[in-house]
């Protein structure tokens, strides 16, 4: 019988990966909770309207990459994208956004229908933040210190480069967008079949077009930064200014547009060049009239996510993942002979008086070789051995696997003062 494969593009997150997930979702959260930020889940399930009206009709996002469908009552649901919509949906809901101050967090995976390849996938996952209340840049400075400093703590401070940049209000920006598109309609035949078909539904994305051509097209087109407000220009300014004063180092980039609609003034992007294409490890910005395009009162807000799978890839490539990361087991316990009841009882012990370690009991018995074969895989500090001699006198082997060390007959009381000592931290695996 043919056996049945998971869907293009959806990955399995196997045990020997996890660790590395873990240790990024664990920094991440808990450099969040030192800014105050709280946790918040919503569904992973949304009326499609939401999405249309949050994200943008014409945008790629909804257009051609959202997995929508009719529920059993015919109702027309999709599948998140991203985590914003579904995010001022539920504060908006719940009336967590008028007239108060809201630093908020959400991790999980989201789901679009792209091409599959590295780092692209059709469900990936994003932990995002998104602050409503405040308006002012000293809030956008802010989340980029923070991202700067979870950079540095991850050791990847060294690849990745922030390029930010201004869209203005909406009034601004559409002016500067008819201006452009005044501008290329005159050269419309030099643009390609995308920009083209860009060119009246969503113009501004032209600007970040990969296309070598298009962007030498681009070089004498206006420039969105001369259309930007008064209002617009001091809080890029002040922002850039934050942004030095903090020493968080930065690029202007005046292409830089995202392909979500609800963006406006502040946007930026965290690129690296280790990944290939696939380069923008962290986005986000300022969306100040989403709030109330979803029917709520008029709420500033900022926020951003960054891309799981990407930044795994980079701690990967920059190499920079602690190697105790891998190791998942600090002592592996063998039951030689017929001691499985006193190896089940020194299990727990050693549960409830060593508490930080991570104890692996053999189980499904074996020969003496066997299970050290096991217990030396499994990337376990010490070995400890139980046999009978060892469980009729109250005592207990200790070998240490990653050491040149003679092998040890102990007492448990011993074994549990010495196992609190140990720095496992040492040993490779
Ligand atoms: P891209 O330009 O790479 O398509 P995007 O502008 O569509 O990114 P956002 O919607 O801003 O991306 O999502 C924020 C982050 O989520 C991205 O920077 C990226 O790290 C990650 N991301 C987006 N789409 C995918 C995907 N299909 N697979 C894996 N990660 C993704
Ligand atoms: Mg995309």
């Not at 909770?33 to 999405?51: C, K, M, N, V």
């Not at 600090?330 to 039951?335: E, F």
């Not at 053999?362 to 217990?375: E, I, L």
């Amino acid at each position: 019988m043919k056996k049945i494969q998971s869907i293009r593009g959806m990955n399995d997150l196997l045990p020997d990966e996890s660790p590395v997930w873990q240790y990024l979702e664990k920094t991440v959260s808990e450099l969040l909770a030192r800014y105050g930020y709280r946790e918040i889940r919503f569904p992973i399930l949304e009326p499609t309207e939401l999405f249309k009206r949050s994200i943008g009709e014409v945008t790629d996002i909804v257009e051609k990459e959202m997995y929508t469908f009719d529920d059993r009552n015919g109702d027309s649901v999709t599948l998140r994208p991203e985590g914003t919509a579904g995010c001022v949906r539920a504060c908006e809901q719940h009336g967590l956004t008028f007239n108060q101050v809201q630093r908020l967090w959400y991790q999980g995976p989201m789901f679009r229908y792209e091409r599959p390849q590295k780092g692209r996938l059709r469900q990936f996952h994003q932990i995002g933040i998104e602050v409503f209340g405040l308006e002012g840049p000293d809030i956008d400075a802010e989340q980029l210190v923070m991202i700067w400093r979870l950079w540095q703590q991850l050791g990847i401070d060294q690849v990745v480069t922030l390029e930010v940049n201004s869209l203005g209000t909406v009034e601004s920006r559409g002016r500067y967008r008819d201006a452009l598109v005044e501008f290329l309609e005159s050269r419309k035949e030099l643009l390609d079949e995308d920009s083209q078909r860009r060119l009246y539904s969503n113009p501004m994305r032209i600007l970040d077009s990969k296309n070598p051509e298009t962007q030498k097209l681009l070089d004498g087109a206006p420039q969105l930064a001369d259309f930007l407000e008064d209002e617009s220009r001091q809080h890029f300014e002040q922002l850039l200014c934050l942004l030095d004063g903090a020493g968080v180092p930065y690029r202007v980039n005046p292409r830089l547009v995202r392909g979500l609609d609800y963006y406006g003034k502040t946007v930026f992007e965290w690129v690296t060049n280790a990944l290939g294409a696939q380069g923008t490890v962290c986005a986000g910005g300022r969306y100040d009239g989403l709030v109330e395009q979803l029917g709520g009162k008029h709420t500033p807000a900022v926020g951003f996510a960054m891309g799981v799978e990407r930044l795994v890839l980079l701690l990967d490539a920059a190499g920079v993942v602690p190697d105790s990361i891998a190791r998942q087991v600090d002592v592996y316990l063998l039951a030689a002979g017929d001691v499985q009841v006193q190896a089940l009882q020194l299990g727990e012990t050693l549960r409830s008086q060593c508490p930080q370690l991570r104890v692996l009991n053999h189980c499904g018995g074996g020969s003496f070789k066997s299970q050290m074969k096991k217990a030396d895989r499994c990337g376990a500090q010490i070995a400890l051995i139980l046999g009978e001699d060892e469980a009729a006198s109250g005592k207990v082997s200790v070998k240490f696997l990653r050491e040149d060390k003679p092998q040890q007959t102990m007492s448990i009381t011993e074994t549990l003062a010495m196992l609190n000592e140990y720095d496992f931290e040492k040993g490779e695996v």
